[in-house]
Every structure is written in C-alpha cells, then in structure tokens.
C-alpha cells in the first residue's frame, strides 16, 4: 500500500516531447481512441459554449475544454463493468464512455430524447447504460454516493471499482472527509479523483486552505493518495490503473489529485478576472488533445487523409447531435408526473 | 395476536424483510455492537452479521449518502438516524440526492431507501433536540413519508416501506419505543398512504399523528363522558396523504379538529384545513380548528414544556369550539 503521498511534478513544469515509437508505453490503438474521444468531447464542448450564447438552451452550462485528457485516462484505465459520478461539469464523462453524443445535445436542449429525458439538463447527464451514474448539481454530494455505490459492489462481491470525480473546489465540503474516514474504514473499492483546474469558481486552492497540496487531503485517513499530471491521458491512465487494482484487491480507495486545466470560464458567465491570459496560455501550450495527435503524426499511426477522416467524423457527430436536438420534442408537462416516483399511481395533489 | 414494545415490532419488520432479501441492510450509529441506541436493532447484529448490520461514525451526512449510493446500485439500505435532529445534517442527500434521482436521471436511476429513527420531542431534551420533521419532508416531492402511532403500525409500515421502491423516511418517536400493544401475529404488510379510524364517533373529527395522537385518545375519553363522541383519524402516512378518509369523516361529523406535535405554520394542520375547507366546505358546520406546539422552539423546564405542547385540556377546547359549547 502506497502511504506516502506521492508528489507528482506540476503540469506547467513537465516539458513534453513526442515520444519516438519505441519508448510509447501505449498501443497506437490507444492513441488513436484517445485522440478521437478528446477531439469529440472538445468539439462538443466548443459546439455546445457556442450554442448557449446564442441562447439554444438555458441554464448553467459549465464546459470541460482542457480537462478531456482527465476522462480519456480514466476511462482507458477502467475496465467497462466499472461505475462513474461526477459533480455537474459532466458533459465529458459519458462521451468518453461512449454514450452517443446526440442524446447529450438532446439533454442540453431539454428535449425528451435527451439522456434524462430533458429533466436534468447539463449537470444531470446520466447514462444507465454506459454506468454513469450522474451528473450531480450539489458540489460534493457525489463523494459519499459514490462511496456508497462502491459499497454495494463490495457487498455483492463484484470486483468492480466506482470512479468518482470532484473539483478542488468539492475538496473543502464535510461530505468529503466524512466519507474518505468511512470509505478507508471500510475499504471500499472507491478512487476519489479531484479534477484539480485550481479554481473553484473564481477561488484559487491557495485562497482557500494552508494545505495547497490536494493529495495530502488523504493523508489523515491514510489514504494510498498523489498527485498526477492531468494534462497527460498517459498519466491519468497509470494512475488510474494502479488505483483500481489495489481497490480490486480489496485494498479500498485511492485519492488522485490530477492537476487538470480548464481553457474556458467555471461557467458560461464567468468573466475570468482571477487569471491571466498567459496562465491560460501555458496550459493550452500542453494540449492533450494536441498530444495524441503529435504522437500520432510523430508515429505515423494514422496517415494525413486517415486523421482528417477522423476529425470529418467528429465535426459530423456533433453537427448531427446539434440536428438531432433542434428536431427533437420538448417534453409535455404531464411528463412532470412522470420519474418522480416509482410508484405509478401516486396520487399527485393537483390544484389549479 | 402477541404483545410487543413498539421497538420489537420494529426489529421484527427489519429482521423478516431482511430475512427476504438479502440486499436490505441497516446501517447507523450504534445499530451494531451496541444493539441500538434505543435497542431497535436489538439482537440483529448476532442474527444477520456485521457485513449487514454496520456502525457507522458520527457523520449523518456521510453515511446517509453512502446509502443514497449503495440504493442507486442495487441493494435496500435501511439507515437508521438516532434522531431526526441530527438527520438536518443528512438533509442534503435526503432532499436533493434520494428525492430526485430518479427524476433527474429521467427514469433510471432510483433509491428504495428508508431512512428511519426518532422523531419529535422527547423530555427534557430543549430546544435541538425535540423537533418533529413530517412538514419539512412531506413537503418534498420524492420522498414518502411515515409516521405510525402504535406498534402494529409500525410494523406493518416499516415492512412496506422497506419494500417499496421509493425513498421513506419513517418518523418513529423515542417516548414510544417501550409503548406495548398488540400486533398480529405472522407476517403482515399495511399499504402506505391509507389513514386508519382509530376511534369511531359521530360529533367531531380529530385528526392526528404520531405519538400525540395519545393525547387525542385522552382527549375522546374525557369528552365522551360528556356525551360528545370524537372519530379520530390517524394519517399513518404524511405523504401522501389519505385525504379521501379525512373527508368521508368530515361529511359525517361536519366538525373538524387537528391535532399536531409540531409547529403551526406551514404544518399537516396547516395543510388539512385548506383540504378540508376545499374539498369539504358545504358540509362543514364550523371552522377547522387546531391544536399544535407553541410557535417557539422546545425549551427545556418542565412548566415550558406542559405550556409547549398539545395537552387534554386544548384538544377539549377546540373540539367544544367547533359544536359552539363552553
């Protein structure tokens, strides 16, 4: 069991070379599915920021731009039994695991084909099917549900591992250190992943806490916890891996601080005065979509027609997803009576 | 029949579903080693074992969404608070986790939860110690929730309860967990949302609740030496609510009094006189009247306690305002 914490190098210290084919610790197989997830979750994102402006949609939406590597690891490092949560930056989680990105523009625009049937909107996605399992609004309240979903992969003996993702932000919330102390206890097969882009809203880490290092939040639960390069979907896919081995082993959870970077504001409306642009620029200088596309030139996994087909592929996805939804019905307000409870005659008080 | 305490009757409704289905489970403070703050759990850490029968730490809000979790993954978490009080810490994952899941994931994700422990005032406990939540919950869309006055209700309840597939939260009281009565003997379920007449009479509607429905009981005794017979209506269940059983009485005693541990604003009182003066207006031959807490927290010396809560002499009152009598 790793106790120590141990400290990886923060992203804008890592300087990144394309590795030559004979170091790559990864198949081209995985290059390629990771170059092609992120290049779909980003143009998603991007379709999806521009479209809130020119108000398709309303309510929050908050973009993933610069965090895919984050999902694209963690997926690759899962095995597709395995459960995943979030907190409500969520538009990334079920592209990487393979939901069609259609119903997720559907959801976006509150249509009934979306993947909540336009009842949760984009901070409730939700995909039974792939196991994602939310897509929750309330920072923090994921950490001990998805600690209890582990608990019930623990009592039914599975070997199966939740993955549940959290801003820095979500790091300060009593939910979480009341469940880390049960989680620990408990041994549950749980890997708490702090997707760390720094700002909580407009609140940097170091404006709020003495304790700037997010992995050694694990420390006073002796929680196996470290830090991991979040712009590299290598280092998040090793992370990842190691974690969910211990939990498989009956070894209980693991805390990853994967220092991430998001490109775009917390939110739509976010006028991002506490950064600068520069900060900004260091980070976008170590695209991990760009990366794998490197990698992959670098290689030459993919020829030049091969890589545009992808990149055809996914402007196509996302423009058929944008389609998909304009031509998709808004739900009729019976559907309010619909999903609130199992129980399908409960008697609704109706009023006028 | 058998005799039982409240306590008993509530283990056993635990003990046989888990007995049932393997993925109930009962989790809390002190619901293992300890057999129960209150000796609810008495016994069942022996019979099912510590991997069902869990201590938790001291963190309502931890462990309560463990079992909003563990629900949405498949098993049946019974999660006993050892108040309602201490649940306001839990109230997050009750209210915007296990009453919307299933709504916010448009159908697939649900909680057949029960959250349970006691409920309302108990002694001299002052003022956080004493509150009573069955407005606060009913009020949530989601959630169902139970309230049951003897052990034979409570038994039966918390076996449905523990059985249906929507979040529960079951209000029990720490004053009642030795009350004795009977309860049938074998295995028996009582439907959620059917109020039961706990007493038959013609001249005034009592309605009422949980454990101060025995003082609505006191109350019927003194006044039928007056030669005024009081029907009482137990709601059992707050949400949803057997309106249709507090209106049939209605139209047969046009009078309708509320009884309520808890405060008056935007309570169950609140809430049945505008069902009642709604749907039961021409058959009534006096305003609604109530009789509830005092509109200020619980405090702790016994005289303020006896000015605090529903007494005889209240509930007689109002039942002789709605017939116009001194």
Known sequence: ?352 | MKTVQFREALREAMSEEMRRDKNVFLMGEEVAEYNGAYKVSQGMLDEFGPKRVIDTPIAELGFAGIGVGASMNGLRPIVEFMTWNFAILAADQIINSAAKMLQMSGGQYHCPIVFRGGNGTAGQLAATHSQSFEAFYAHVPGLKVITPSTPADAKGLLKSAIRDNDPVVFLESEKMYGDKDEIPEGEYLIPIGVADTKRKGADVTIVSFGKIIKVAHAAADVLAKEGIECEIIDLRTIRPIDYPAVVESIKKTNRCVVVEESWPLASISSEIAYHVQRYAFDYLDAPVMRVTQTDTPFAFSPTLIDEALPNVDRIVKAVKATLYRN
């Open chain 1, 1 to 352: 069991m790793i106790m120590a914490t141990k400290s990886a190098s923060a992203p804008k210290k890592t300087t990144r070379k394309s590795a030559a084919k004979s170091q790559l610790k990864f198949s081209k197989e995985q290059y390629i599915k990771w170059y092609k997830d992120m290049l779909l979750m980003r143009k998603f994102e991007e379709k999806a920021g521009q479209l809130y402006i020119q108000q398709k949609f309303g309510g929050f939406c908050h973009l993933y731009i610069g965090q895919e590597a984050v999902v694209a690891g963690t997926v690759s490092g899962s095995r597709p039994t395995d459960k995943h949560m979030t907190a409500y930056r969520d538009h990334a989680h079920p592209i990487g695991l393979g939901t069609d990105p259609r119903v997720l523009m559907a959801e976006l625009y509150g249509r009934t084909t979306g993947c909540s049937k336009g009842k949760g909107g984009s901070m409730h996605f939700f995909d039974k099917e792939k196991n994602f399992m939310g897509g929750h609004g309330i920072v923090g309240a994921q950490i001990p549900m998805g600690a209890g979903v582990a608990f019930a992969e623990k009592y039914n003996e599975t070997d199966n591992v939740v993955f549940v993702s959290m801003g820095d932000g979500a790091v300060r919330q009593g939910a979480l250190h009341e469940t880390f102390n049960m989680a620990m206890n408990w041994k549950l097969p749980v890997i708490f992943i702090i997707e760390n882009n720094n700002y909580a809203m407009g609140t940097s880490v170091e404006r709020t806490t003495n304790v700037t290092d997010l992995s050694k939040i694990g420390d006073s639960y002796e929680m196996p916890s470290q830090s991991v390069n979040g712009m590299s979907p290598e280092a998040v896919h090793e992370a990842i891996e190691e974690a969910a081995t211990r939990a498989r082993n009956g070894e209980g959870p693991t805390l990853l601080d994967i220092r991430t970077y998001r490109y775009k504001g917390h939110s739509m409306s976010d006028p991002q005065k506490y950064r600068t642009k520069e900060e900004v620029a260091e980070y976008q200088a170590q695209d991990p979509v760009e990366h794998c596309l490197q990698v992959i030139k670098d290689n030459k996994f993919l020829t030049e027609e091969e890589i545009k087909e992808i990149q055809d592929w996914v402007k196509k996805e996302v423009q058929e997803s944008i389609e998909f939804a304009e031509n998709s019905p808004y739900p009729e307000g019976k559907e309010l009576y619909e999903d609130v409870y199992m129980q399908e005659d409960y008697p609704y008080i109706i009023e006028y």
